[in-house]
């Protein structure tokens, strides 16, 4: 049977003899990472690498380079008969 582990506790307990600075510095670093390593889930949509992602596919789009299916069941069926031949 597996613990669940109450990290704002052991946070809580790691830091309860640092200095008010100290706190500051930690304070910083969380909201650092907090902004850079863990975003919303609209946030991805304004990466450059997603709004590259999206710059192609319209262009691909525009250009024809897309394949059109008439159902979801019928693109899933596509899908899967281009991997079972790979």
Do not use: C
């Not at 307990?13 to 850079?36: G, N």
């Not at 991805?44 to 992602?53: D, L, N, Q």
């Amino acid at each position: 049977m597996s613990m669940a582990i109450d990290y704002r506790q052991r946070l809580l307990e790691e830091t309860s003899d640092l200095s008010p600075v100290e706190m500051e510095k930690i304070y910083q670093a969380v909201v650092f990472l907090k902004e850079k390593f863990i975003v919303s889930d609209e946030a991805r949509y304004t990466t450059p690498s997603w709004i590259e992602a999206e710059r192609e596919a319209t262009l691909a789009h525009e250009r024809g380079g897309l394949k059109v299916y008439s159902s979801v069941d019928e693109m899933m069926n596509a899908i899967l008969s281009e991997t079972e031949t790979e």
